[in-house]
C-alpha cells in the first residue's frame, strides 16, 4: 500500500504507530522525486506537532489526549508548532472532522504532510500515514486536494484489508 501511494504521489510516505505522546516510524517508503526526510524507520517524534501523530490523537476521546498529554511541554519546533494546549484540541477536534490531519511545518520547518488514521477491525485507530513534500509542492489547492483524496483512499484500503468495514472511529 505504501509503495504504491509514494509511486501515484511521487512522494514520501510514513507508517506510524502511537506510543504514549510520540509516534513511532514503523515504514517509509521515499520518493524518487522529493528530498529525503530527516525521519528514520524505528526513530520517535512527538504526536502533537506531526501529521500522523494529529491523525492518531484525533482519534482518541479528549481526556484520553489531555491524560496522554499531561506533563508534555508542547515545544516550539517551527514557527507553526501549536504549543497551546487549548489551540491543539481544537486543532485535533477539526482533525477529527474532516478525517485527515495536516502537519503545515509543524514538525520540520518547510515541510508539509497530510495524514489519515488506519482503523482496525473495530474502528479503533491502529496506526496512520502521512504524504509529506516540501511545503511549496502542496501550495495549489488542486495539489493539496489531490494529496488528501490519495492518503485517505489508502487508509480506506489499508483499513478494508484489516477487516475494518466502516464502522467509523
Known amino acids: 500500500f505504501l509503495v504504491k501511494l509514494s509511486a501515484e504521489t511521487q512522494k514520501t510516505v510514513h507508517l506510524c504507530v502511537l506510543d504514549g505522546h510520540d ?32 491523525a492518531l490523537l484525533s482519534s482518541l476521546p479528549t481526556d484520553q489526549v489531555v491524560s496522554l498529554l499531561q506533563g508534555t511541554t508542547l515545544e516550539q519546533r517551527t514557527t507553526n508548532t501549536i504549543t497551546a494546549p487549548m489551540q491543539l ?23 508539509k504532510c497530510f495524514a489519515a488514521p488506519i482503523r482496525g477491525y473495530g474502528g479503533e ?27 485517505t483512499k489508502s487508509v480506506a484500503e489499508i483499513s478494508q484489508a484489516l477487516g475494518n468495514i466502516g464502522t467509523g472511529g
Open 23 to 54: 509516534v513511532i516510524y514503523i515504514d517509509k517508503v521515499e520518493s524518487q522525486q522529493s528530498l529525503p526526510m530527516m525521519s528514520r524507520i524505528g526513530s520517535r517524534a512527538p504526536a502533537y506537532c506531526t501529521g500522523v501523530g494529529k
Open 125 to 151: 485507530a491502529v496506526g496512520a500515514i502521512s504524504i509529506t513534500g516540501l511545503k511549496r509542492e502542496f501550495d495549489k489547492q488542486a495539489e493539496a486536494d489531490e494529496m488528501v483524496a490519495a492518503v
Open 89 to 111: 484540541l481544537e486543532e485535533l477536534k477539526v482533525t477529527a472532522e474532516r478525517g485527515y490531519a495536516i502537519d503545515a511545518g509543524e514538525h520540520e520547518e518547510g515541510i
